[in-house]
């Protein structure tokens, strides 16, 4: 078989494609896009879902309470899920997290209006403590962009995973180190994502998850993290065995 052969086999093999890391406003300050216009975008790209992992940081919520902080930030994921629903695109629920304590950044996959509410009063926790008194078995906990200027990559032990492929335009993730720092040290699960926020400089869909199945749920996509059983796509054309 020839590698253009091979490569036909590994994606008919793996159909689905999936975001894991895409942001819209106004949840995510940063970002220029509308939920629906996130939507729209992915789906004129042939994607079959996306993973909404807007900013989940405490000064972003701070003159609203509890209750009004969590419908604040599940009203974009909402508009986009049933935006989605309507255009055929799967939009799954994820969290982009922030503890006080630095500027590391976690998606939490496997995400429910429940663990939103549950996470608000952990901000000041830092991950250590975090890891060890808030258990989210059905979820995965991934470090974004461990190797971004301003990030500290922290240890396999406290993570699930990491993100080695962050592929954000104005950012050097080091993604190179990246994945060759997630096998020398073992972490157990490895992400890509386009960390798409911005309009016109053409970086909307150059990353996707590509899978077997496409997941029912932010949950099974968490297992499906887990089992391994998936490969990266890269520029809408390369394809990556993590």
């Not at 106004?26 to 996130?38: A, D, F, I, Q, T």
């Not at 400089?201 to 150059?206: F, G, K, L, Q």
């Amino acid at each position: 078989m020839n590698i253009n052969d091979f490569k036909a086999t590994l994606a008919k093999e793996y159909p689905f494609r999936i975001e894991l890391h895409a942001h819209s406003r106004p949840v995510s300050p940063c970002s220029e896009v509308s939920p629906k216009e996130l939507v729209d975008t992915y789906k004129a790209h042939n994607y079959d879902a996306l993973v909404l992992t807007n900013h989940y940081i405490r000064y972003l919520f701070k003159d609203l309470t509890k209750e009004e902080a969590v419908k604040y930030y599940l009203n974009d994921f909402k508009e986009a899920y049933e935006y989605g629903e309507q255009v055929g695109l799967k939009v799954y629920l994820g969290i982009e997290y922030r503890f006080d304590e630095n500027n590391n950044d976690y998606i939490i996959y496997g995400a429910n209006e429940e663990i939103v509410a549950r996470i608000f009063d952990c901000f000041d926790m830092g991950l250590e403590k975090f890891r060890k008194e808030i258990q989210l078995p059905d979820s995965v906990f991934i470090q974004a962009h461990p190797l971004r200027n301003g990030c500290i990559l922290q240890s396999a032990d406290l993570l699930d995973g990491i993100e080695t492929l962050n592929l954000h335009p104005g950012h050097n993730g080091q993604v190179g180190r990246a994945v060759r720092i997630a096998d020398k040290e073992n972490y157990k699960i490895t992400t890509i994502g386009s960390d798409f926020h911005h309009k016109n400089v053409d970086h909307e869909a150059v990353s996707a998850l590509r899978t077997k199945f496409l997941p029912k749920d932010s949950f099974e996509l968490a297992k499906l993290l887990k089992s391994g059983d998936y490969i990266f796509e890269i520029g809408e054309t390369s394809l990556i065995i993590p």
